[in-house]
């Protein structure tokens, strides 16, 4: 509970630092750098190149959170749990705690406002962390992906979520692509955090998918930034290797028994 506390006293202090993990090597250095570790359902785009995140499994979520572990010491971690695992009430906690207890992982995320009130609130009456998300929902979302807050009905509900996921007690809310006078708005009046991705500046904190920032993944999303083409320094390692197993410069004696 110490590190949720953290999260949730950097509201209007300090902004939140968030990025998806899939596996140990990659979890140790973001670890470094961030507040928060979330192991994404977006594991099924970026990895298995699933055409929905809908098609992540439990057990997929599980295997990668595990691994995850293994790389985060002092960040929050965070894990999604994929599409169907909490229909009911019953049916979220089973699943949630196989998530926790199986990935020793601080925390789950699930997408959703009103029509998963019951199972958020039923997570957190049995000692579950919850770590909420509203604005586009990609384990629901259908068709083109659009930003949302544009509507009248559209802010009316986002509001009223926000206020109902921090009343039944989640520590924090992701807002996904949610347009920047509502994502403000939000955050304005919520006493706990907002973490945005396509939200604005104005939220408490920003995640991204590590493999999209670092130029790993070929995308052209709008909010994401490209900070570095690391594809330049794999290709450039690859090429050295190659060009020295077929000149027998490798291996050496120095690389030999």
């Known amino acids: 509970m110490k590190k949720i506390k953290k999260i949730i006293g950097k509201k209007n202090k300090s902004k939140i630092v968030c990025l998806t993990a899939y596996s140990k090597n990659m979890a140790e250095e973001i670890d470094k ?10 594991l099924g785009s970026v990895l298995y ?11 997929e979520m599980i295997n990668h959170s595990k691994s995850v572990r293994l790389g985060v010491k002092k960040s929050l971690m965070v894990v999604d749990m994929p599409f169907k695992t909490y229909t009911t009430k019953n049916i979220a906690l089973k699943n949630a705690k196989k998530i926790m207890r199986e990935t020793k992982c601080d925390a789950v995320k699930l997408e959703g406002g009103k029509k998963i009130i019951k199972q958020v609130k039923f997570l957190i009456k049995n000692k579950i962390p919850v770590l909420g998300h509203l604005g586009l929902l990609p384990q629901s979302a259908k068709g083109k992906f659009k930003s949302k807050g544009k509507t009248t ?19 924090a809310i992701v807002l996904e692509c949610v347009k920047t006078p509502i994502a403000k708005q939000i955050t304005r009046d919520l006493k706990i955090p907002t973490i945005g991705i396509g939200s604005s500046v104005h939220c408490d904190g920003q995640v991204l998918v590590t493999d999209d920032l670092i130029g790993l993944n070929q995308t052209n999303i709008k909010f ?11 290709n ?22």
């Open 153 to 171: 009905k559209e802010i009316k509900q986002l509001i009223s979520d926000a206020l109902l996921l921090q009343k039944t007690g989640v520590f």
């Open 49 to 59: 190149n699933y055409s929905t995140t809908r098609k992540v499994t439990l057990t």
């Open 224 to 234: 994401v930034k490209k900070f570095l083409n690391v594809k330049r320094y794999i």
């Open 236 to 257: 450039s390692g690859l090429r050295m290797f190659a060009s020295d197993v077929r000149s027998g410069k490798y291996p050496s004696k120095k690389h030999s028994y």
């Open 33 to 42: 750098y961030v507040d928060i570790v979330l192991v994404g359902d977006s």
